[in-house]
């Protein structure tokens, strides 16, 4: 293999708390990046997780932003982004998708397919990638497994292919069946789930596998088993990778069941990078300059370094250290010196990456969000999505003095694109900047990383604003004319970045002047 063919880089997508986190952190225990997995539990006083590593992740328990882990596993090169799963954080997610050239959707066996899964399942569809499907917490009650594997097709319209089958459900769970290689594999507890489960395995004759389950579960497991052969289609590599077939694996992320029989299952069926559009034309990955975009910036991993990360996806040509690439949107070249390769908040200097890599850049304040890094000035990305944010609020500093880290500390969460900063025309600037978001733990986040990392205590002022609409230079101008009645609190104004807009205080009053401006273009984006 060259070390494009053994690049893999994939992201665990999924509905908040169905177990991504846990997953990854067993992916990595069996991977051999880790060899003792943390504990995420509700209320998680225990070792982190690897990948949820920032404080507000750690004492919530939730994962708020997605994280980018490399490893080694026999012979491949893995790049593993573990995202949230939160609708507040879903423009990170959305943007991770864009890095990723396959993901793995995780299920609660319990409660099936939920709502935020099934958009970001959308939206991995849209991109055609492939998607890999484990079912999770087969420990717990679950739904029947004939009925997890029926909603893929019913409500995603995906074709299931299990690849292995569980046996026993709940407390009974003691294993799974590895359909393709026709061997049962027992697994055992581990206390916490620390240590890989030690497994046996056995054919499907073997008396150990009624011996190991329950009467009812062996009864069951054996004609489902049956079931699934005779209704069986054949397995299509062709479908997974345009992304119409998933390979089904079952087991439990919280007690290493099942989880090298999904590591192995994905790298076996899954495929290297593949080229991404420019201008409409695909980038060949060997071709021979250098190119990547950035899909993420993170500031203050490393509470000891103040910096800022970019993350890039290489997607073509081979990265190295030191080179010259052009400053997007310029004519100018810079150096990218600082580059490593990220295991969640570690990182560790890159030389050179290929195709598929993750790379955090850090040293560079001129980055944003989309841009293309290369050395070819003709190749450009466009990649990330945008969204409407979709509340709002003013963010008020209480302490004058205190003017200058709270503006820093602003403009990082800016720049990392957790909120977007408005202004309202006729509006007196005081200390207290609007903000938009997608989601209201968007300002939580905000909130806490401006104190727990610029010493800057805000408060959350309501404003009466509920939709903001991009318009036009001239209908501004229009609409700024003392004779037009907008409607009562309807206001107009500019994003940060100068583009004019205006804003509505209620979906009514959206409506109202749409009746009255039908001339006037309201976009959703810039
Ligand atoms: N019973 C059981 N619990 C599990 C299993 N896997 C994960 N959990 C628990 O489910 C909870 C959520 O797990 P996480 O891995 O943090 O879930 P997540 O999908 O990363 O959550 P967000 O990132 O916040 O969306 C934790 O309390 C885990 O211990 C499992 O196989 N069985
Ligand atoms: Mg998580």
Partial sequence: MNEIERRRTFAIISHPDAGKTTLTEKLLLYGGALHLAGTVT?????????????????????????????????????????????????????????????????????????????????????????????????????????ELIDQLEKVLGLKPYPVNWPMGNGIDFKGVYDRVNKKAHFFERTPGGAYIAPVETAGIDDPMIKEKLDARSYANFMEEAEMLDMAGTGY???????????????????????????????????????????????????????????????????????DKVAFIRVCSGKFTRDMTVNMPGTDKKIRLSNSNKLFGQERETVDEAYPGDIVGITGHQDFHIGDTLTENPDIEYHEIPRFPPECFTYLYNPSPSKFKPFRDGLNQLILEGIVQQFTIDKESQTSSPLLGAVGPLQFEVTQYRLESEYGIETKLESCPIEFVRWISEEDKEKLAAPDAHLGSNVKLGADGAGHPVIFFPSKWAMRYFSENFKDVELRELP
């Fill in 236 to 306: 299509s590599q062709e479908e997974v990778l345009k992304g119409e077939t998933t390979p089904v694996f079952f087991g439990s992320a919280v007690n290493n069941f099942g989880i090298q029989l999904m590591l192995d299952g994905f790298i076996s069926r899954s495929v290297p990078p593949a080229p991404r559009m420019s201008k409409g034309q695909p980038v060949p990955t060997d071709s021979p300059f250098f190119s990547g975009f950035i899909f993420k910036i993170q500031g203050n991993m490393n509470p000891r370094h103040r």
């Fill in 42 to 146: 509700a209320r998680k006083q225990q070792r982190a997780t690897a990948s949820d590593w920032m404080e507000l992740e750690k004492k919530r328990g939730i994962s708020i932003s997605s994280t980018v882990l490399q490893f080694d596993y026999q012979g491949y090169k893995i790049n593993l982004l573990d995202t949230p799963g939160h609708k507040d954080f879903s423009e990170d997610t959305y943007r991770v998708l864009t890095a990723v050239d396959a993901a793995i959707m995780v299920i609660d066996a319990g409660k099936g397919i939920e709502a935020q899964t099934l958009k970001l399942f959308e939206v991995c569809r849209r991109r055609h990638i492939p998607i890999f499907t484990f079912m999770n917490k087969m420990d717990r009650p679950s739904m029947e497994p004939l």
